[in-house]
């Protein structure tokens, strides 16, 4: 058989999604693990490695089949030397993970940004390659944005192009000038939420998470969602502000870049769009100036966790077109 797949695999804070994609571009074949951070980067790269030779043998295929494997990083990292530089949530910093993955199997590696990789696969798969300006910021673990100018993604000086998540704000979501000040990561992601409510519970806050938070329990994004659902004021209240946090930023950033379109992604948006979008949106028209708000469309991707799976696709095609 010839090279008729592509592995997407998108590492993530939580978890590892591995995908099988074949020549039509469907997904036949998916495994998930969860993310175990405590045996360091070589810990994650048995796990990757492991999922993809899992993958190869679960569909009675060989190396020989495969194309390559396109690789999500929730990180800053070098698209064409594979050399992570920091990746905060996983504890890495300055490691070669395309090297490390090449030692443990004879496929091409790719390797790129988580959010690039996703904003890669929304351009191709969600707009057909017809966006120009987009701005994509995915709101899980942590908070990354991919940008994209003149239909082509812009990776930046040092490949830092993106890190939306450690621009400074303060508790209303402006840029911050003052000393109390924190990033935007810290203040509307999925984590930093989770604290917050945590924080306010055992403050004495009543909540109807104070029985999961009492046994230890994550509160993850659909146990937030049903805390939504029901009411309760303190999870409102919290989600109610990291969505403004959200919009505030976009706004600020639209003002200065210009952008057509706006997409959001991740476990948050994902879970709660119908309450938190319209607050972004809300928040964003206040903060941005006229003209360039009102050519944006602001919408959630529709990809869900495949966008960065999809993506693997579109970076292969960009791999395969400068090297072959």
Known sequence: MPQEFIISVDLGGTKILTALIDKENNIISRIKIPTTLNKGADGLVDA???????IIRDNKLSEKNIKAVALGVPG??????????????????????KDALSSRTSLPILVENDVNLAGLGIKKFEFHDKIKNMLVVFIGTGIGGALFFDGKIYRGSSFYAGEIGHMLVDKKGTLATKPRRRTFEKTASRTAIEETIIKEIRRGKNSILKSHVETGKKLKSKMLLEALKKQDKLTVKVLSRAATVTGTVLGSLTTLLNFDTIVLGGGVVEAMEDFWLPIVKASFYNSVLQSPGKVVEIKATKLGDDAAIYGGIALTEEFMKKFN
């Open 76 to 97: 800053t990292v070098n698209p064409f030397t594979g050399i992570i530089d920091t990746a905060p949530n996983l504890g890495i910093n300055n490691f070669n993970i």
């Open 48 to 54: 990757i490695s492991s999922s993809i030779a899992a």
